[in-house]
């Protein structure tokens, strides 16, 4: 069942035209401002940020590096809990003069693994507008790092595979790498995902015989020593980072993992069920039985779209007990895989039928010849071997709750070849990517057999090749590599982008999924050189949009002693930020009105 239409979803914004800027750009008639800087006070007592002389122990109290997913928990109408993903850190950028994690210092070293993340910042509104700041209370805040113990839980934990010598009973694990996007449970906990977590790892090729597989199959190098100064060196000061002596180091991250915000003290789960790749994001919506189902894609060339689906339903309402069912419902059900199958283009329209493969349920696995522990560690090497459909990176996946479809971002895969292009990757050398839709049989995101079409094909208007919806390419802005997805309350679609091929910025941009404007993609922000735009997202009452300015400045060559971007505070070297966005014209108050 899914909402009916609401009125008044026109998008009647002037779109900002692509640019090179180094700043933040929004159409006329809104404001923009800074929310959170890397290394703002996030913790009570926490030190101001200090670019010339940072330290670890104030990191780990401040707003960490490179932000992404972006949530707001309500605590009333005018204040809330943001929570924010810190994904990655970019040395070059935070620290002079350097040259590799073999000559960092190891202060250094400790700085980046204290900026990688989670901050949860209790912020309020300013005044009646859309604008929103940090609170000067801080007690709720919260900052998790790459030193944070968390908990394995699901059919996996306690698997030989995840045990070692700190960890002999396969269940405890310090802290989550490269947490990308992510979503938000009904239940009212945040999910963070690990993307690309084997950067971290070197001695791969010093790892036993039989876990090498494994390991490639991850993107991490067996054949060859990882040097040290070609990462960030962090097996200098935490030797688990060295697969040579702690090979299960690696099968200990790539997963989804739940916090609840609201709870300072909660012990944050790693939920094995929901499969071990390199997660973008963990975007969930109801069956129509009520159990919980996320969708969930691994960021890679050539890898899958998978879902979970719940064994028992979701409850309703904030007692003990709902609580309690609510936070084991990750825990329990069923991981499949898609696999689409084309029409034929003969009928002038990229779709098809499609059907989600399970692989494993709970202790049951369901693929030939691997435990259930086995698919749920080495996901990728179960979904090869049933036939899934290998996509053009599977990034943002998100189910628009007007229309009940599930919208996916596949971002870009340069390195398919004529001979590999199927329905649903139709493009060779995609460099701008597409946004691909399903419908779930019966309207039912539990269903086991889909129907997809894809409404668009990034790019320039002009190139042939592209797509948007049927619309008139002379009106709509151009865009690439879709990221992040988000619906406004309209169900209109909402992409932000990373890598843009056209040359310009990265920014955010909306597009009706329906009606008469349907396929009329429009520019809303850009951002500054050398970033990408994450998030994004706009709040329940509609009032204000939070994105997450993630590495302004990163462009080959730039580094602190040579800045290619001083957003924000133009001090000589950027800073990662959450910005709000908000109307100020007269009019609407609502987002795109
Ligand atoms: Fe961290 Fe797939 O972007
Ligand atoms: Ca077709
Ligand atoms: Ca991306
Ligand atoms: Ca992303």
Redesign the pocket.
């Known amino acids: 069942a899914t909402a009916p239409a609401r009125a008044g979803g026109a998008l009647t914004f002037t779109p900002v035209a692509p640019n090179t800027r180094d700043d933040v750009t929004v159409p006329d008639g809104y404001g923009w401002d800074v929310v959170l800087r890397w290394g703002d006070p996030v913790l009570p007592g926490a030190p101001e940020f200090d670019f010339e002389h940072q330290t670890a122990e104030a990191q780990r109290q401040q707003f960490g590096y490179n932000c992404d997913y972006v949530m707001l928990f309500p605590l009333g109408p005018d204040r809330g809990l943001l929570t924010v993903n810190h994904e990655y850190t970019n040395e070059e950028l935070m620290f002079h003069g350097w040259q590799g994690g073999a000559s960092a210092t190891e202060e250094q070293i400790r700085i980046s693994m204290a900026a990688h993340g989670m901050s949860v910042v209790e912020v309020e509104r300013v005044g009646h507008t859309g604008r929103w700041r940090p609170a000067q209370r801080r007690h709720r805040n919260r900052r998790i790092h790459t030193h944070t113990p968390m908990l394995l839980t699901g059919p996996a934990a306690g698997s030989d595979l995840l045990k070692t010598k700190a960890d002999p009973n396969g269940r405890w694990v310090l802290g989550m790498l490269n947490n990308c996007s992510g979503g938000r449970t009904p239940w009212g906990t945040v999910l963070t995902c690990e993307e690309n977590f084997h950067q971290y790892f070197v001695g791969g090729d010093g790892a036993p015989e039989p876990a090498k597989p494994g390991l490639q199959r991850y993107g991490i190098p067996t054949d060859r020593r990882i040097p040290s100064s070609g990462y960030r060196g962090w097996e200098r000061v935490d030797e688990r980072f060295d697969l040579a002596k702690h090979p299960n180091e690696a099968n200990r991250f790539g997963y989804v993992v739940e916090i609840d915000p609201y709870d300072p003290d909660f012990v944050p789960r790693k939920r094995t069920h929901l499969g071990r790749f390199k997660h973008e994001a963990a975007n969930t919506t109801l069956s129509a039985d009520r159990r919980v189902v996320v969708y969930l894609g691994d960021?890679e060339r050539f890898e899958y779209i998978y879902k979970f689906v719940s064994r028992h339903r979701y409850l309703p309402g904030d007692s003990r007990k709902a609580r309690e069912h609510n936070l084991r419902l990750l825990d329990e059900g069923t991981l499949y895989v898609a696999r689409f199958t084309g029409d034929g283009t003969a009928d002038g329209q990229y779709d098809g039928t499609g059907e989600w493969i399970p692989l494993v349920s709970g202790n049951v696995s369901h693929v030939p010849g691997m435990t259930a522990e086995e698919v749920l560690v080495f996901t990728r090497l179960a979904a090869d071997k049933v036939g899934a459909t290998k996509m053009d990176r599977p990034?943002d996946i998100e189910r628009n709750p007007v229309t009940g479809e599930v919208y996916a971002a596949l971002?870009n895969n340069t390195r398919r070849t004529p001979g590999q292009v199927d329905e649903a990757n139709p493009r060779p050398a995609n460099k701008h990517g597409h946004v691909l839709a399903i419908r779930e049989a019966g309207d039912d995101a539990a269903a086991e057999r889909f129907t997809w079409h894809i409404p668009l094909v990034c790019g320039d208007p002009n190139d042939p090749s592209t797509y948007f919806a049927g619309y008139d390419k002379s009106k709509v802005s151009p865009i690439s590599c879709p990221?992040n997805l988000t619906f406004d309350a309209a169900g209109n679609l909402w992409i932000a982008t990373?890598g843009n091929a056209l040359g310009s910025n990265d920014g955010l941009f909306a597009m009706p999924v329906r009606g008469p404007e349907r396929g009329h993609v429009k520019q809303f922000l850009t951002v500054p050189h050398g970033a990408?735009t994450c998030g994004p997202l706009i709040t329940a009452d509609q009032r204000t949009c939070f994105v997450a300015v993630q590495h302004p400045g990163e462009v080959d060559g730039a580094s602190a002693d040579n800045p290619a971007s001083t957003w924000p505070d133009r001090r000589g070297f950027p800073r990662p930020s959450v910005i709000c966005v908000w109307r100020t014209g007269p009019g609407s108050p609502r987002i795109g009105a």
């Open positions: 960021d990034e971002t990221d990373d990408e």
